[in-house]
Structures are given as structure tokens and as C-alpha cells.
């Protein structure tokens, strides 16, 4: 049954829920509405106010399917804002959904611990040639056996027109029809769970889209005027209505779907000065007290770098948040391949083999310093925090689609220097996340897509081309900004597929051998020594002159990594430990042999910390 328990507070929850037995219960907040009616499979019913702006009715006679949405007095109708499907277009009625008529086949499932956590992130809609769950749910078996552990979906709530990234939500409970029904995304997961896979999603809650939301015209409160996000209109989460709307949509999405965690976008936009207790930090502690039965992985994007929320308890367990996403690994490991140089990328040009040393040993690589970029001090230290409050990445969503052609790491660097940095990136301690088809080297584009209409459609399209239009690869080049694909075009969404038929040429087999070795690693050799990582486990031992060599101070035993990211060989020291991996048997023996690392490669290996205080001593 789609039913919420209720808080400490008894707060009101929004939308509508099937209660069973024909009935069902319809809650709008809507304290500037005046009179709201209920129309219902074409009959009105008055929605009387109950108390603090809400309007409720209950119903005995209704049946699941049913079709429905609210009149304001003007007699505008209006989808339910907690729509939980819709029964066409987004600006449509809604649906009243039965969420018991599902039979999960794995209802004992509780997810995995957080150290085994290996991140695949897809885009559901061209993860696949059909783009829907179903298909999805046919491919659960390939990353099973290539070594993933999580799942983790791009944002699925009811997004305006048929393509989309879905960061620009509107109905945030109802799962996008392009995608398939309710049950298709429930079957999916479910699916997932009985190959030991766990899934997350990532969910928008610092803004609404710009097209097909009508709150502001029945409930205003829910958005501050005065202040603005990149996005549309910033949220007013100290009012309790709109405080619930979010940490349903949370324990929605974890109940009723069985999601086993979720990835909040760009908290940054998030601002919450007026609460007592600000929303996210409700949200985490609501989850985890009602949960603390399941392994539930919450992560944040932060591109402000601090802490707060990923600090660890006196025993170093998890508290609120279980990760942040590491953009600074990411930032310096792509400058570091690929010579750029140009936005955030101009915080990473001076000291950047110190950087990415230090984004492996401490976590983020600036920590109060000044960016170049942004020209003020970001970030807050971070080595106290162990290796596992970090999830790295060299590729995702935003890095490649964010960029003019959606181009993958694989096009603007060698293979050899992907391949270190996967090795890198696989092999830490960190929690891992891969981008769709970059298990076998996937080289189609992730472009920025859309499906707006009309004036919309042509401001999103020319403030695309302006975004790039300041980079030195476009300047004074006109001619070059007109070949940035347009969003809206149906071809730069099918551009965007990946390219399954990979899995059979040579060189996507390589890949994909590669990578599972990567991944089977992972859980054998580094799996074991994270539950019990704390600290200031990390520590740089050399960054220069294209070296950069880390280790760690794990659960009883010491990580060790080394890699050369230069064009040419270097002097190096040898590491300490069995050497789990090595770009070659030829760079392992250079090494040892010789203290000289070849160009593109690394060397990974573990020892105990007495075997290495011996060596000390020695």
C-alpha cells in the first residue's frame, strides 16, 4: 500500500493514497487557493480545508486507475503535485495508483554494506536501444558479471516532453511513462536485488523545471521570491508542508520502491538558514531511524567541499551521509590526461600532480584554499575522514555532457592514460562510480538533451551555445558554435545511446576484460581492508614530475599506489607490499628491478603493517 507512516508530528502528506477496499485519501496543500475541488473520472468533489493551507477528502468508491486532478476556483485544473503517475502528459490528470497490487520477489533483500559499493551510473533512456526499465532490467546480468555492485539511475521522475536528463523535475513522485509504469521500475529493482545488486537514485530537490509546474499558483509559500537558483525559484524548506513534500518523496522512494539509497544533486542550491534543523540532515536522520535494519547509501553533490554531513560517528560509522561525490579527483585527474586547462579546470594547472596526490590521500584537493576559478576559498580539511566518504570518478553525466560535443574521456586523452586512471580510480580506497559503456570503452557521446517546445525550446538552444561561446576553442568562431548540437534535436538524444554491439569487437572485449579484472580485484584484495579504514589513513609519499604515490593505512594492512601520468619514463621508488596489479609485467619489473616507471602506467600493492615496520627498521 502506497501509505507513508506517519512522523513524530503527524504532519499531513501530500498526494493521493490508495487505501485499499475502493477507498482512497486526496491531500493538496494550497494556502492561497481558496475553494479546491476534486475532479475525479469526470465528477467534482469539494476538498474542504482541514487545517495550516491543506485540503483533504477521502473517497469510498474509487478504484486504482482512476484519473484525476484539482480545479482552483478559476477553474484551472492542475495535476496533483505528488502524482505518483500520470495518465499521459505531464500537465495532465493524474492517476491513482495501487502500490500493493506488486508481489516482490525478494522481499527479505536489505542491501549491501558500503564498503563493497562499486557505482554504475545510466541514463535509463539510452542505457538501452528501447530505453525503458524493461530493457534495462534485461541487461542486470552484465553488470552483475562485470563486477558492479550499485545501480545508480539518473533522475526518472515525470520530466516535461519524452527526452530528458530529468534534472529539471516537475512531478518528482511519478516515474517518466517513456520509462514504463510503476511496476516496470519496481520490477527492475526487484530483478536487480536477486542478483545481489543494489540500486539508488539520484533525485532533484533544489529546484523544479521551468515548464508544467503550478505551485506557485496555489500554494506560493512554497517558493522564496526574493531568491533564485541557476535553476528557477529557491524553495522555502523552513515551512513544514514544504519540508514534507521532500522527506516523503525520500522515504517514498525507499519504501514503496525499495530503492537502497539515493544521490542528492548539487546541495549546494540548497539553502536552509531558517530551520532549526536544516532539511537534509532531517531527511538523513529520518531515513536512518526508521531503517536501521537496511544498508541505505545516501551521497551528495557538493561542489563547495565540506564536511558537515559525511562526518562519522565516535566508531567511525556513518551517521547522515554515507558520501560525497569527489569532484576534485575528477577535476585534476582530467587535467592531468588531458592538458585542459580552460573553467573549473584552471584550479588544477599549478601543483596538479600535489593535487590529485592529494585528492587520493586526503579526499578533496582544495581544503580552504583559493580557487582560480571562482577566486575565494573553497573547502574544508578533510583527511580526518576515512578513504570511503569520497565517491571518484573520472567520468559521469555532468563531465561529459556538460562539455560542447558530450565527448568521452577515451576521445581527448590516449588509451593508456584512461586505462592508468581507471586502475587508479578502481583500485583506492575510495568508493568508485563508472559511467554507462565505459566498462568497454565506450566512445559515443553523452550529449545535453531536451524536448522543449517553442521559445523555450530556442532559449535553451542558444544560451547552450553562449555557455561555450567564451572558450578559446569557439572564440570568434561562429561557425563552430553552430555545430553544438542542439539539445532539442530528437538526433542528439539517439546520438547518445550507448553501443552495445561493443561487447563483441575485439577492442570492446579488451575493455571489458580489463575492467573486470579491475573490479574482481577490488572485492578480493581491497574490499576486505575498508570496513575498518578511519582517519588520516592516507598519505602522500611522492607528487612531482609526472609521480604521484600514495598509501594508506587500511583494516590491519597498507594500500600502495603508484603511476606515472608523463609522456616519458621516470625515476621512482619501489612500494612496499605484493603487487596486486601493474600496467605490465614489464612496468612491474622496471620498477623493482631498475626504480624506473614507464610512461602511462601504475603499480598497486598491499602489505601488512608489521611486515612493513620491519622493513623500517631494517
Not at 191 to 207: K, M, P
Not at 245 to 270: K, P
Not at 529 to 548: R, S
Amino acid at each position: 500500500m502506497d501509505r507513508m507512516a506517519q512522523t513524530t508530528d503527524n504532519a499531513p502528506h501530500w498526494g493521493a493514497e490508495y487505501l485499499g477496499a475502493g477507498r482512497a485519501r486526496f491531500r493538496l496543500w494550497a494556502p492561497e487557493a481558496g475553494q479546491v475541488r476534486l475532479r475525479i473520472e469526470g465528477r467534482e468533489v469539494e476538498m474542504p480545508a482541514v487545517a495550516e493551507g491543506w485540503c483533504e477528502c477521502t473517497l469510498d468508491d474509487v478504484s486504482p486507475g482512476a484519473s484525476y486532478d484539482y480545479l482552483l476556483e478559476n477553474d484551472q485544473a492542475v495535476p496533483d503535485p505528488a502524482s505518483r503517475a500520470q495518465k499521459g502528459e505531464l500537465t495532465g490528470p493524474s492517476l491513482l495508483v495501487d502500490h500493493s497490487e506488486y508481489r516482490w520477489q525478494h522481499p527479505d533483500w536489505r542491501g549491501r554494506p558500503w564498503e563493497e559499493t562499486v557505482y554504475y551510473e545510466l541514463h535509463v533512456g539510452t542505457f538501452t536501444p528501447e530505453g525503458t526499465f524493461d530493457a534495462a532490467r534485461s541487461r542486470l546480468e552484465h553488470l552483475r558479471d562485470l563486477g558492479i555492485t550499485t545501480i545508480e539511475l539518473m533522475p526518472v521522475g515525470h520530466f516535461p516532453g519524452t527526452r530528458g536528463w530529468g534534472y529539471d523535475p516537475i512531478l518528482i513522485y511519478a516515474p517518466h511513462p517513456t520509462y514504463g509504469t510503476p511496476n516496470a521500475l519496481k520490477a527492475f529493482i526487484d530483478a536487480a536485488h536477486g542478483l545481489g545488486l543494489s540500486v539508488v537514485l539520484d533525485v532533484v530537490y533544489n529546484h523544479f523545471g521551468p515548464e508544467g509546474n503550478y505551485l506557485s499558483l496555489y500554494a506560493p509559500e512554497f517558493f522564496h521570491p526574493e531568491r533564485q537558483t541557476p535553476w528557477g525559484g529557491a524553495i522555502a524548506y523552513e515551512k513544514q508542508a514544504v519540508r514534507q513534500f521532500f522527506i516523503d518523496n525520500a522515504l517514498y522512494w525507499l519504501e514503496v520502491y525499495r530503492f537502497d539509497g539515493l544521490r542528492f544533486d548539487a546541495i549546494d542550491h540548497i539553502r536552509d538558514d531558517e530551520s532549526e534543523t536544516e532539511i537534509l540532515v532531517e531527511i538523513a536522520r529520518t531515513i536512518r531511524a526508521r531503517h536501521p535494519e537496511r544498508h541505505i547509501h545516501l551521497t551528495t553533490e557538493d561542489n563547495r567541499n565540506i564536511t558537515g554531513l559525511v562526518e562519522r560517528g565516535e566508531a567511525g560509522e556513518i551517521v547522515l551521509i554515507s558520501g560525497e561525490w569527489n569532484d576534485d579527483f575528477h577535476n585534476v585527474a582530467h587535467a592531468v590526461a588531458t592538458g585542459e586547462t580552460e573553467g573549473y579546470y584552471a584550479d588544477f594547472v599549478e601543483r596538479h600532480w600535489w593535487r590529485l596526490a592529494r585528492s587520493l590521500a586526503e579526499g578533496f584537493a582544495y581544503q580552504g584554499e583559493v580557487s582560480a576559478h571562482g577566486g575565494e576559498a573553497r573547502g574544508e580539511p578533510s583527511a580526518h575522514l576515512p578513504p570511503t566518504a569520497f565517491v571518484d570518478f573520472i567520468q559521469n553525466h555532468d563531465q561529459i555532457g556538460n562539455r560542447a560535443f558530450g565527448e568521452r574521456l577515451i576521445d581527448l586523452t590516449s588509451r593508456e592514460s584512461v586505462q592508468a586512471l581507471m586502475a587508479m580510480l578502481l583500485l583506492s580506497p575510495h568508493i568508485p562510480l563508472m559511467f554507462m559503456g565505459e566498462e568497454w570503452g565506450e566512445t559515443r557521446p553523452f550529449a545535453f538533451f531536451t524536448d522543449y517546445q517553442g521559445e523555450l525550446a530556442d532559449a535553451v538552444r542558444e544560451g547552450r551555445r553562449k555557455e561555450f561561446a567564451g572558450f578559446q576553442s569557439f572564440h570568434g568562431d561562429e561557425s563552430s558554435l553552430k555545430r553544438v548540437p542542439d539539445p532539442n534535436d530528437p538526433k542528439t538524444f539517439e546520438a547518445s545511446r550507448i553501443n552495445w554491439d561493443c561487447l563483441t569487437s575485439t577492442e570492446g572485449k579488451e575493455w571489458l576484460t580489463f575492467t573486470r579484472r579491475l573490479l574482481r580485484l577490488r572485492q578480493e584484495r581491497i574490499v576486505p581492508l575498508l570496513a575498518g579504514a578511519g582517519p588520516y589513513a592516507g598519505k602522500i609519499e611522492a607528487a612531482d614530475d609526472g609521480i604521484v604515490s600514495v598509501s594508506w593505512r587500511l583494516d590491519g594492512a597498507m594500500l600502495h599506489m603508484i603511476a606515472n601520468f608523463d609522456g616519458g619514463q621516470r625515476i621512482a621508488r619501489p612500494i612496499a607490499g605484493e603487487i596486486i596489479h601493474a600496467t605490465s609485467e614489464e612496468v612491474a619489473r622496471s620498477l623493482i628491478e631498475e626504480e624506473v616507471l614507464p610512461a602511462h602506467s601504475i603499480v598497486v600493492a598491499v602489505g601488512s603493517e608489521r611486515q612493513e615496520l620491519v622493513a623500517s627498521d631494517e
